[in-house]
């Protein structure tokens, strides 16, 4: 069994910073990909940013250039740093991973998801 958890998350004003974190933990041979996914309200869940083991990334077009990911592999651990945050980033953050297990090839595994809220 794989646990992700997320923290991090709470209400910040329109241009603030906000930093996530998402630890995997359990019977873990070797976490592959990590990531975040969000779903704001009446809107289907969408890719945030991505990073491979190696540490290549991918970006939602409207995070470029204002959030951040980055991994730390002996912690089985990603992270997400959000800067300049606008209303529209409101959302259910949650944690992505694709993890070997010693039993079992590739399985996407997922956080319970962290509310984050940007208002004024």
């Known amino acids: 069994q794989v646990q992700l958890v997320e923290s991090g998350g709470g209400l910040v004003q329109p241009g603030g910073s906000l930093r996530l974190s998402c630890a995997a933990s359990?019977?873990?041979?070797?976490?592959?990909?990590m990531g975040w996914y969000r779903q704001a309200p009446e809107k289907q869940r969408e890719l945030v940013a991505v990073?491979?083991?190696?540490?290549?990334?991918n970006y939602a077009d409207s995070v470029k250039g204002r959030f951040t990911i980055s991994r730390d592999i002996a912690k089985n651990t990603v992270y997400l740093q959000m800067n300049s945050l606008k209303p529209e980033d409101t959302a259910i953050y949650y944690c992505?991973?694709?993890?070997?297990?010693?039993?079992?090839?590739?399985?996407?595994?997922w956080g319970e998801g962290t509310l984050v809220t940007v208002s004024s």
């Open positions: 992505n991973a694709d993890v070997n297990t010693p039993i079992s090839g590739g399985m996407d595994y």
């Open positions: 359990g019977s873990i041979f070797r976490v592959n990909r």
């Open positions: 990073v491979s083991r190696g540490g290549t990334t």
